[in-house]
């Protein structure tokens, strides 16, 4: 049953790997286009307000350029012109005879009738005009137009307008922020100011251009004057504002990302040029509507990918089945054969490397069958002198060459790990059958090391190793094969029957000035009561008998050799684990007698 785990893990494994690799292959793709396809949305945004902006910085500056035409050819009118000398004239006049007692004053209704009735029809003409006021030099007004006769405080000084010396001032006037153009009025023969003029318009004269602009998405436009104020918008509400974004000078680039003032959703913005009266264009798209078109892609490459995903996954499924199928009968027949059915072979009919396994497999089956029944068939007296037979009829030639044959095909096959067991069982089994009375500490680790490596692949990481070796101590020498039965009590009665994973440690030091070393092995594993502890210890005295028959062994071989001078003793407490300690006398060499 354990053998199918591991095949079963393995299919698994495969199926994780091209999983992964598919993932991994599927999410690349899918994140190639996103990201395409926003750069696309991206640039298509980019397109779509740079439209709108040419369309609306058209329409603006036609509005612009017509108001401002309309300024010029009123300041350069004769009429204009000749009749505000005439009004500056005569309040100058007047102004000294008000010095001078009072005398009669000359009337300018007559030359403000003049200029009105000069330039009304120009003025009208331009549907979105509210008035024109023009200002004498002594702060006198000519009003022009039918309504919006209050008085007006606009948002650049008189001293500001004559500053400019003719050129155009854009500003806004009064309480409801009307849009106006102030310019002075030179005089055209000697170029000295006469007056200046001031243009009022509608709230809504430049946003109702800004409405009627075609667009695909739903884009906003601002107009804002130099102090960031929203001179016109095609969302009236945000007229009169303050833009909550300095889009003058060096602080933003002409494209980028803000949060909308009026929708406050995170959109793209585009920042036009400023126009010829400095103020400048914002338009402005939802990123919702460019990801509404991204998610719609993005989804459909999603299907597609899932699709194709779930079809590779179900082919990679059918495919290592079949290719599986032979593995799954070479391992029914291997475990058919270690249940005892000897007579099982496997099919192979396979010219790939599973038959080949397969083939090597029914030939080393046969020789074990062999093997098996000359063992079983011979009759012995005794325990003792069917130990004896057995040694002299096993050929460990014939053993090294079949565990060097089980690691050459694991090697072939890919199976490192089947490779790494033989060679190490090898080692082991050539150790026991050559044992020397005496070994060197280094050569007793190997043998260690062999049987660790074989007990790490059945029991994977459940248990943790740890080693404290002096370096002094592995020239030293010690019985041979002593260790190796300590190690496996401490697995099989400390650790192996433990679901969670324990430790095992070996430590080796020289101690008393260096005339002994000192040997602990133990575990973290279940432990023993006490009364356990004391049946095991009468049973180094009775040998033979119990399950603990390796360690009452050790501690016979090591009171023969050493006596009571070793010191051989055991520890151990439930659920703490056990530890065997012992001392024997240092011996660097080895004397031939």
């Given at each position: 049953m354990k053998r199918k785990i591991r095949f079963y893990s393995i299919r698994l494994k495969l199926l994780a790997v091209y999983m992964m690799l598919l993932l991994m292959t599927s999410l690349t793709l899918f994140a190639f286009f996103v990201y395409r396809f926003h750069r696309v949305y991206k640039e298509q945004a980019d397109s779509h307000l740079a439209d709108v902006m040419s369309m609306s910085t058209s329409n603006i500056s036609g509005m612009i350029e017509q108001i401002d035409q309309l300024s010029v050819s009123i300041l350069i009118d004769r009429t204009v012109q000749s009749n505000l000398r005439e009004i500056n004239r005569k309040n100058e006049v007047n102004s000294k005879e008000d010095a001078n007692g009072g005398m009669v004053k000359e009337s300018t209704a007559v030359n403000k009738a003049a200029i009105s009735s000069q330039v009304r029809g120009s003025v009208f003409n331009i549907r979105g005009i509210i008035s024109l006021r023009i200002y004498p030099q002594n702060g006198d007004e000519v009003l022009v137009g039918t309504?919006?006769?209050?008085?007006?405080?606009?948002?650049?000084?008189?001293?500001?307008?004559?500053?400019?010396?003719?050129?155009?001032?854009?500003?806004?006037?009064?309480e409801e922020h009307y849009l106006c153009l102030a310019r002075t009025i030179l005089s055209i023969d000697d170029m000295q100011p006469l007056g200046?003029?001031?243009i009022v318009c509608k709230n809504e004269y430049l946003s109702d251009k800004l409405k009627v602009i075609p667009t695909e998405y739903s884009s906003l436009v601002y107009l804002l004057d130099d102090n960031s104020r929203v001179v016109a918008s095609s969302a009236e509400e945000f007229v009169r504002k303050t833009f909550p974004y300095k889009m003058f000078g060096t602080e933003m680039t002409s494209t980028g990302m803000i949060q909308d003032p009026v929708t406050m959703e995170q959109s793209y913005y585009y920042a036009g040029i400023p126009l010829q009266n400095g103020w400048r264009l914002i338009t402005t798209v939802s990123t919702k509507q460019l990801t509404q078109g991204i998610l719609m892609s993005v989804m459909q490459i999603a299907a597609l990918l899932v699709t194709a995903l779930a079809v590779s996954v179900l082919l990679t499924v059918i495919a290592v089945r079949k290719l599986m199928a032979p593995t799954q009968k070479l391992l029914d027949g291997m475990s058919a054969f270690g249940n005892g059915q000897m007579d099982v072979r496997v099919d192979t009919d396979g010219k790939d490397e599973i038959g080949q396994i397969g083939m090597a497999y029914n030939h080393m089956a046969d020789n074990i069958q062999n093997l098996m029944e000359k063992v079983y068939s011979l009759e012995l007296s005794t325990k003792q002198a069917e130990?004896?037979?057995?040694?002299?009829?096993?050929?460990?030639?014939?053993?090294?060459?079949?565990?060097?044959?089980?690691?050459?095909?694991?090697?072939?096959?890919?199976?490192?790990?089947?490779s790494d067991i033989a060679v190490s069982l090898a080692k082991l089994l050539r150790a026991s059958i050559n044992r020397a009375d005496m070994v060197m500490v280094l050569d007793e680790m190997k043998i260690i090391d062999s049987y660790l490596l074989i007990q790490q692949y059945r029991f994977k990481d459940k248990i943790q190793v740890e080693r404290k070796i002096e370096e002094e101590a592995y020239e030293c020498y010690?019985?041979?094969?002593?260790?190796?039965?300590?190690?496996?009590?401490?697995?099989i009665h400390g650790l192996e029957g433990q679901t969670e994973s324990g430790r095992l440690y070996i430590k080796i030091v020289t101690c008393e000035g260096g005339k002994n070393l000192y040997f602990a092995i133990g575990d973290d594993g279940k432990g023993m009561g006490q009364e356990q502890l004391n049946e095991i210890r009468k049973q180094f005295v009775n040998i033979g008998t119990g399950n603990s028959i390796g360690l009452a062994n050790a501690y016979?071989?090591?009171?023969?050799?050493?006596?009571?001078?070793?010191?051989?003793?055991?520890?151990?407490?439930?659920?703490?684990?056990?530890?065997?300690?012992?001392?024997i006398p240092v011996t660097r060499e080895i004397v031939d007698e």
């Open positions: 309504t919006n006769r209050e008085y007006l405080e606009y948002s650049m000084s008189e001293e500001a307008i004559y500053e400019a010396n003719g050129a155009a001032l854009w500003g806004m006037a009064g200046y003029l001031v130990i004896d037979f057995l040694k002299m009829q096993i050929n460990p030639h014939f053993l090294y060459n079949s565990l060097d044959t089980i690691s050459w095909l694991g090697y072939t096959s890919g199976n490192e790990d089947i010690m019985p041979g094969f002593l260790l190796q039965p300590l190690i496996e009590n401490s697995i016979r071989r090591l009171m023969l050799l050493y006596g009571e001078a070793c010191q051989f003793q055991i520890e151990s407490a439930l659920g703490k684990g056990t530890r065997i300690s012992f001392y």
